[in-house]
Every structure is written in C-alpha cells, then in structure tokens.
C-alpha cells in the first residue's frame, strides 16, 4: 500500500493562484477527505495529484514516488493512480462488464471484472449498459473501473454528489467499505462535512489554497485548530472566555478545558450544540427560536452576560424546548475547548488574527 505526501503545493490557473503552499499527508491503507467550500480549489488538487494539471512547485509523491516536483512530471497514464469523477463518466456503449475491464490484460480481465462487481455490489449486473442502471449503480461501475488495475491510491472528487441524500449515505459507507476491504489509500473531495466525517479516517480542512488542519473526525470536531475549522465542522457555540489554572471562566460558568495546559489569558470556548442541556438549572437564557427537525429541535437562545454583552447560542434537543420568549436554564456537559490567540496564529501564520472572533452561531452548513 503506498500513501500519499503533498508537500508546500503551489498551483495557478492562468495568473491566478489556487493552490498557496498546501501540505497533505496520506498514509498507505487510509481513506481521506478533504473538506472545502466549492471553489476553494479541491479539484485542482486532485487534478496535479492525478496527472492532469501541474504544479507551479512544491512535491506530490505517492509510496516514496516523486510524480512531480514543479518541473519535470510523471505521466498521468504512468502514475498508477485511479480517478472517480463527479459523473462517472462511464463509456455509453460498453457494458458494466466491458467499462470495467476496459485496459486490463485479456487473461485477467474476466476475473477481475467478476471480482469488482461483487465487492461493489452489483454481481449479476454486468451486462448491463450505463443507461440501464440507476445513478448510484453507475457511481458503483466508475469505482469498480477506478479500482480494476489495482491502483497505488484513488481520487474521488466528489463521486456520490449528483445522487438524491438517502442514496449518498448508503452509497458513501458502502465505498468506504469495499475501499477498505481492497486495501486502498483513498482521497475523497467534497463541500459534505457529513459526508468527509462518514467517509474517513483523516479529514483535511482547506483554506485559502492550503489545509488548515488534518486529524481524526473526532478530532476535528472537538478540538479545532482555529474558530474557521470550528465552523467548517458544524454549528459551533464561540463563547469570549477567559482562561486560568485549567478551566475557561464564560457567560455559561466556569467550565473545564479540552486542554489543561492552555496559558493563562484571554480567548474564545468552543461548545458544540449538543453540550448545552436546557431545564430548570444552570444559567438562564431567553429562547429566540425553536426549529423541529424530525429528530431534534433546534434552539436559539439570547444570554446576557457580565457587563451586558449578549451571546446568541444553539441548543440540539430531544424534548420539546419551551416556546419563543420563555427563560431556560443552560448547563454544560463535557469540557469546552479553548481557541486561543496564539492557537489561532499558528493556524494561519499569515492571516490577520487579531481580530475578536464574532462570538455569533455559525450558519448550519
Ligand atoms: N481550467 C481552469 N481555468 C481557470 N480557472 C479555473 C480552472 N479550473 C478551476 N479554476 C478556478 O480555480 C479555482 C478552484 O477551482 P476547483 O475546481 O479546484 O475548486 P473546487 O474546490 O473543486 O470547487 P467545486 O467544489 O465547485 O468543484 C476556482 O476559482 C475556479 O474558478
């Protein structure tokens, strides 16, 4: 199994530069996600990763392979990478079957191909051609023909995004699984944080032409980096907090840190919605908004703080919250996780962070 190291990437698209020092690390066997609004530049990543598009400079290597450096490149068709486009872009005339088996060597091609629509889930549909198999079974025959020559890693740029919300999330863990199984490095691009929490063992967040941080799902979403990773990852409670002797004094108490040894000083808490139980006990706050979703409630709540700043917050709830207007108890559970403004510059080096980060709710992505 051979990983992926993208070293300080630079890429433009005529004067204009997409990629700005861009670092990614993949190891052999992992699935990756890499999370970015649209535009952000993911696919021109995949692109130079792939063989498609050059690098201005800076490294792409795969197992210990230099595929290119900014001045000479391996071949695309050289690279033994696999690609997944958004559409599939599957041959119209060719079967399941013959898409598939399209460039392996006659003598394994059978095998091989029975072997793929098993592991992807479409045994006993071979035959069929593109335009007799729904969305997702045609997503299916795209990675099973990505994967047929048994590629060093696989790029997915945004494969499953064309399908309705139920099909993505079955179709996603089944990817993740089949890839899994077949032993592959992977790397997934998409705007879905849901779907780069389900699919991965690393989530990288870009910003800017670079990823700002690269860690386990759970790590990302709890400890962030900086409050744009904190966003990025869902709602996010930024609560102005100030820290001593382990725990972050707010608006809501004092509450315990995600990291005892955070300095002395002042700085924002994240809290995520779900942190928040609402009763009769803890600190009181006037609901603004309720929202049903089938499975939850939303609440907006308005706080006043020491000295009367105001913190809007968001609850996720089970039961029915009290009505708009209505006074509610808040208690934290868990340990908040300080963003601190040294931790905010290491994030950016070159961003400006001095800054009061708005202590608002993020917009639902
Ligand atoms: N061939 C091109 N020529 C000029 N500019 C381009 C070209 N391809 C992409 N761009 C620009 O480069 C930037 C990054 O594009 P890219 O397609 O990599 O983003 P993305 O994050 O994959 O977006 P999406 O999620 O919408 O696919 C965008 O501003 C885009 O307009």
Known sequence: MSGLTVTDLHAQHGKASVLTGLDLTVGGGELAAVLGPSGCGKSTLLRIVAGFHAAASGTVAVGGRVL????????????RIGYVPQDGALFPHLTAAGNIGFGLPRAERKARVAELLELVGLGGLGDRHPHQLSGGQQQRVALARALAPRPDLLLLDEPFSALDAQLRIELRAEVAAALRSAGATAVLVTHDVD????FADVVAVMRDGRITQADAPDTLFHRPVDTHVARALGEANLLAATFADGEARTALGTLPLTEPQTPSGSGTVLLRPRQLRLGDEGVHATVTAVHFRG???RVELDLVADGGRRERLVAYTDTAPPGPGSSV???????????TPAGEAAARPEAETATVPERTVAEAH
């Open 68 to 79: 290119d450096d900014g001045r000479s490149r391996v071949r695309a068709e050289q690279r």
């Open 195 to 198: 779907e780069a929490l389900a």
């Open 295 to 297: 499975h939850d409630h």
């Open 329 to 339: 108890g808040v208690t934290v559970v868990g340990a908040a996780h300080a963003l």
